[in-house]
């Protein structure tokens, strides 16, 4: 994974003293409350409903042991003993001291970690596949240039000050795992007849209030001219992009009032001037970044073994963890572990200090050092031998993190909601609990099969919701909490936005809610279909009927207020 060199660590540094006397200054009354916005959002820092909250910059999602375990000594000493995976592949803190935070940054960059531009109208954190540099299906590994990206975007003094967050997303493989049509750039690796690397772009998509799917605006770009290509549509987006409605500055607005064609004319206009100048990637740039993400010292082994097969055969809850938390690997013996953060019960994406702990040792003892977090808000080990899968179970199911859910309805996508957020409608995390609660019996999950569902406390979409099979939007009706239901979503290569199934839910509904539209699947599925599969045959009529044929007519009546 890439080092800090002396400049990165100098950067950070300076900007670790330079916030410690901001905060100063505004806790001293030095500064007001407006004129420290701006600069606390630089550096990651939102006030929430109930206190803080530090959102900590993982880059595409790529950690080694000792920052995990820097993070966990930040969630003993200056949290209440855990942290938050977010769907954008970082950590977040939900109750840090104000007067504490120059001193979290400042142990964050010891380890070469920070939480700048994890928030703010500048480009966020870039995202991949939490498999890249191992997929079986990668044609290439993505990493290099998600890492030049970051370089490139990091205090990019043109794009500190867009009209509104902006996100890329990159993937190297042939099926999709970073979501990039739900982007604002979504770059998609691939090698032409003749090997040559080229990226699909994707331009203009986001959820949210109005939830897009990206366009392709170039089909094969070749990857030196990444960035050139990247910032003029950046640049024509700051220049056009809206500034006087929040609701309407996304670039997704931009790209859909001119049009794809219009859209994409003004950018090679724009990248014309730019196209062959200082941000064209050299071979010797890319090979200097690329030094950095060398696989590690995989050891010559079978692609099979004798006592892993027994122990999956002798033991029915190692077989089903190996089903669904065990992933294919491109070296052979090897194999990639997620570690499961949806216990029932627990917020997910949540970890505790202790299994912070539990998962930099795992890293250490078995895959090399190195671990990934991921946009559906677990953890991975990248490089576990398949010898080794056994211990790796035993250990994770001690600390809690190895439920055989990965996949299935209960490992749920799910934004922290009304429980911390001040934009957010209505909660969370209890609906989430009440449908972990509802599919409880792991067999009964495995049944179904393949499921994924999302929630969202607000439409600004942190919980994926338009994307997931079944997703849940939290919305506020006369003072109360109210649930929309839609079904239909799906990431991926044939990626879709879900359908609203009708009107809104009380709290206390939803799990039911979920329960019968899971019926209507499995009394109607073939043997080959996933939930997304059937209801895109059948369509939302017959979900919709089961739905509001069992509802109590109170709750009908209250719900079309």
Not at 280 to 285: A, D, K, M, N, V
Not at 386 to 400: M, P, R, S
Not at 442 to 459: A, K, P
């Amino acid at each position: 994974m890439y080092r800090y060199d002396q400049y990165d660590q100098q950067i950070v540094n300076e900007r670790v003293a330079q916030f410690r006397d901001q905060t100063r200054r505004f806790l001293a009354g030095e500064l007001t409350g407006d004129e420290y916005k701006p600069l606390r959002l630089q550096n990651g820092l939102y006030i929430q409903r109930y206190a803080p909250m530090l959102r900590v910059a993982v880059p595409y999602g790529l950690l080694n042991a000792t920052q995990v375990r820097k993070l966990a000594h930040i969630a003993r000493k200056y949290d209440r003993g855990y942290a938050h995976v977010s769907t954008r592949q970082n950590f977040q803190y939900n109750w840090p001291e104000l007067k504490d935070v120059p001193d979290i940054l400042e142990e964050l960059a010891s380890v070469e970690m920070h939480a700048i531009q994890t928030s703010g109208n500048c480009i966020r954190n870039t995202t991949t596949d939490q498999f890249a540099g191992i997929a079986p299906d990668e044609v290439f590994d993505p990493r290099p240039l998600a890492e030049i990206i970051r370089q490139w975007s990091t205090f990019h003094p043109e794009f500190a000050l867009l009209p509104r967050k902006f996100k890329i997303a990159v993937s190297g493989t042939k099926d999709d795992r970073a979501v990039v049509q739900m982007h604002d750039i979504g770059l998609e690796f691939y090698r032409d007849a003749a090997g040559s690397l080229l990226a699909k772009v994707w331009v203009g998509g986001g959820l949210g209030r109005t939830p897009i799917l990206g366009e392709v605006i170039e089909e094969a770009l070749p990857w030196r001219h990444l960035l050139s290509y990247c910032e003029a549509i950046i640049r024509v987006y700051n220049r056009y992009g809206r500034r006087d409605n929040i609701y309407k500055a996304r670039i997704k607005i931009l790209v859909k009032s001119l049009g794809i064609a219009e859209f994409k004319r003004q950018v090679e206009a724009e990248w014309e001037h730019t196209k062959e100048g200082e941000t064209t990637i050299t071979q010797e740039e890319f090979d200097r970044v690329a030094q950095h993400f060398t696989a590690p010292p995989y050891a010559t082994l079978s692609d099979s073994d004798a006592g892993f097969e027994a122990k999956r055969t002798e033991e029915k809850a190692f077989a089903n963890w190996v089903k669904r938390n065990v992933h294919g690997h491109k070296v052979p013996g090897y194999r990639a572990v997620t570690l499961s953060l949806k216990t029932t019960g627990v917020a997910p994406g949540d970890i505790t200090d202790a299994q912070l702990d539990t998962v930099a040792d795992l890293a250490d003892k078995y895959s090399f050092g190195e671990l990934r977090t991921t946009h559906e808000q677990n953890i991975v080990l990248s490089d576990v031998a398949l010898t080794d899968l056994y211990a790796v179970w035993q250990e994770a199911k001690a600390a809690g993190l190895a439920t055989p859910n990965i996949g299935l309805i209960t490992d749920i996508i799910c934004c922290p909601g009304g429980s911390f957020c001040d934009l957010a409608n209505a909660k969370s995390i209890p609906i989430a609990e009440s449908i972990q609660r509802q599919f409880d019996d792991l067999d009964y999950q495995h049944d179904i099969g393949e499921l994924e569902l999302n929630i969202s406390g607000c439409m600004n979409s942190c919980g994926h919701h338009h994307v997931g099979h079944i997703g849940i939007l939290g919305v506020d009706k006369n003072d109360e909490e109210w649930y929309q239901v839609s079904i239909g979503g799906k990431q991926g290569n044939d990626a879709s936005l879900g359908a609203v199934i009708g009107p809104s839910f009380a709290a206390e509904e939803v799990a039911g809610v979920v329960q019968r539209l899971i019926d209507v699947y499995v009394e109607n599925r073939t043997p080959e279909e996933r939930f997304i599969d059937t209801a895109r045959r059948l369509g939302i009529a017959p979900f919709k009927t089961r739905v509001y044929a069992d509802r109590q007519p109170a709750k009908k009546e209250a719900a079309n207020v």
